[in-house]
């Protein structure tokens, strides 16, 4: 099964992705940690040089590129359910998880990671943009199969393991 996690920058979809992986022995692939080890540059230096249109682009196709693997879980970029119908795409490929902390969780993760994240840069009222933020990217991520509200210490990993080995016995 493929198992994909979608949900805002910040709400622990590489931290969950990772710990899942480990605890149901799969394979384990951040989307946006791929697309800079195949570009040779970061994702903030792709949204500089070519622009957002021109990442969601590439972001898309190398989504795509893992059609013929048969198992995986995935941390996706917090914009990729949003474009090129990457939301219809994951959902028709494998299984898709919306991580949903409430946005004061999301602002304190973020807090510290402005300058990396190209989406952030120059934002004064972080709290207001991701609300408005989120006002956009909501419908596409309630697209999910699975819908979680982790609360701070939430140990979202082991409820999606048990969730995951319930359904598919394994």
Same mark, same amino acid.
């Given at each position: 099964?493929?198992? %994909?996690? *979608?949900? %805002?920058? +910040? #709400?622990?979809?590489?931290?969950?992705?990772?710990?899942?992986?480990?605890?149901?022995?799969?394979?384990?692939? =951040?989307?946006?940690?791929?697309?800079? $080890?195949? &570009?040779?540059?970061?994702?903030?230096?792709?949204? #500089? &040089?070519?622009?957002e249109?021109?990442f969601?682009?590439?972001?898309?196709?190398?989504?795509?590129?893992f059609?013929?693997?048969?198992?995986?879980?995935?941390?996706? +970029?917090?914009?990729?359910p949003?474009?090129h =119908?990457n939301?219809?795409?994951?959902? =028709?490929? +494998?299984? *898709?998880v919306f991580?949903?902390?409430?946005?004061?969780?999301?602002?304190?993760?973020?807090?510290g990671?402005?300058?990396?994240?190209?989406?952030?840069? +120059? &934002?004064?009222?972080?709290s207001?943009?991701?609300? $408005?933020?989120?006002?956009?990217r909501?419908? %596409?991520?309630?697209r999910a199969?699975?819908?979680?509200?982790?609360?701070?210490? *939430?140990?979202?990993?082991?409820?999606?393991?048990?969730?995951f080995?319930?359904? *598919?016995?394994?």
């Amino acid at each position: 099964m493929r198992i %994909f996690l *979608t949900g %805002f920058m +910040g #709400s622990g979809k590489s931290h969950t992705g990772l710990e899942l992986a480990r605890k149901l022995g799969r394979p384990f692939v =951040d989307l946006d940690h791929w697309i800079e $080890e195949l &570009q040779g540059r970061s994702i903030r230096e792709i949204f #500089s &040089q070519q622009g957002e249109d021109a990442f969601r682009a590439l972001e898309a196709e190398t989504l795509r590129s893992f059609e013929k693997l048969p198992y995986f879980i995935m941390a996706t +970029g917090g914009g990729a359910p949003c474009y090129h =119908d990457n939301i219809e795409w994951m959902n =028709d490929h +494998g299984m *898709t998880v919306f991580l949903d902390p409430p946005v004061n969780l999301l602002v304190e993760r973020l807090r510290g990671e402005i300058e990396q994240r190209p989406l952030l840069h +120059g &934002q004064d009222d972080l709290s207001a943009f991701i609300e $408005e933020k989120m006002l956009d990217r909501r419908p %596409f991520y309630e697209r999910a199969h699975v819908h979680l509200r982790p609360a701070k210490n *939430t140990d979202v990993s082991t409820l999606l393991a048990n969730q995951f080995t319930n359904i *598919t016995g394994h």
